[in-house]
């Protein structure tokens, strides 16, 4: 089993240009979640998705909307994008309801210019 | 809301010696604790968690924690460091009160190993 995978590793955009990020878990895990890491910030919750087709705001979600169309991928994207949102973007997933626990991809880095 | 304070942004410490990273919780139930750990460029890898029982939790790598109710306390611990152990730390809270909430991290903890 491959886990959490995320897609691209990296990026960079110039402000305003749109991009996609994609999260695709093999585990038949019920929830996904997106977060952001910023120096000193830990981690934020940007949305996340309880199920296939679903999808809920987290802490920090302006600029962000995300898609659940197939229950193993999770989208985050980026419409207009701003310096703002240079970040490590880090997926998880979460099997179901009574299961805490969170398996975390291993991020994006992207810097916005 | 639940919050987590890591009270020690850099810690340095000497290889072989003992360490312990604080973590401080805010929930006003039972908490789902966890200590996560990322190394340079690296995803986040579980070192251990708490959901009940035992309140000296072992995890891997060595490392330990203990669950303190009446200080709200979850700190990590290890007997001595290895120069492999230096990352950055992060303590996270964890509960079912909608069913599908995220976990809410610390700021995190940079660890140095002095030789």
């Known amino acids: 089993n491959a886990g959490v995978t995320q897609t691209p590793k990296f990026r960079v955009l110039k402000t305003g240009q749109s991009m996609t990020l994609l999260c695709a878990q093999d585990?038949?895990?019920?929830?996904m979640y997106w977060y952001r890491q910023d120096p000193g910030m830990g981690l934020r919750l940007i949305h996340y998705?309880?199920?296939?087709?679903?999808?809920a705001k987290g802490e920090v979600p302006d600029g962000y909307n995300v898609s659940r169309l197939k229950k193993q991928n999770f989208l985050l994207g980026l419409e207009s994008a701003a310096p703002s949102q240079t970040s490590v973007y880090f997926c998880?997933?979460?099997?179901?309801?009574?299961?805490?626990?969170?398996?975390f991809g291993p991020g994006t880095r992207l810097t916005v210019l | 809301a639940q919050s987590v304070t890591q009270p020690d942004i850099h810690i340095t410490v000497s290889e072989g010696a003992s360490l312990e990273l604080r973590c401080n919780y805010s929930?006003?139930?039972?908490?789902?604790l966890f200590w996560y750990v990322q190394s340079p460029g690296q995803g986040l890898q579980l070192l251990l968690k708490?959901?009940?029982?035992?309140?000296l939790v072992q995890g891997i790598k060595g490392f330990e924690a203990e669950f303190k109710r009446s200080q709200s306390s979850f700190n990590l611990r290890k007997p001595s460091v290895h120069w492999s152990d230096a990352a950055e730390y992060f303590c996270?809270?964890?509960?079912?009160?909608?069913?599908?909430?995220?976990?809410?991290f610390g700021k995190g903890t940079h660890l140095i190993i002095q030789p």
């Open positions: 998880a997933s979460r099997r179901d309801r009574v299961s805490i626990e969170q398996f």
């Open positions: 585990m038949n895990h019920e929830y």
């Open positions: 998705s309880v199920g296939e087709g679903t999808t």
């Open positions: 929930y006003g139930a039972t908490p789902y």
């Open positions: 708490y959901f009940s029982g035992d309140t």
């Open positions: 996270a809270v964890g509960a079912i009160r909608g069913g599908a909430d995220g976990l809410t």
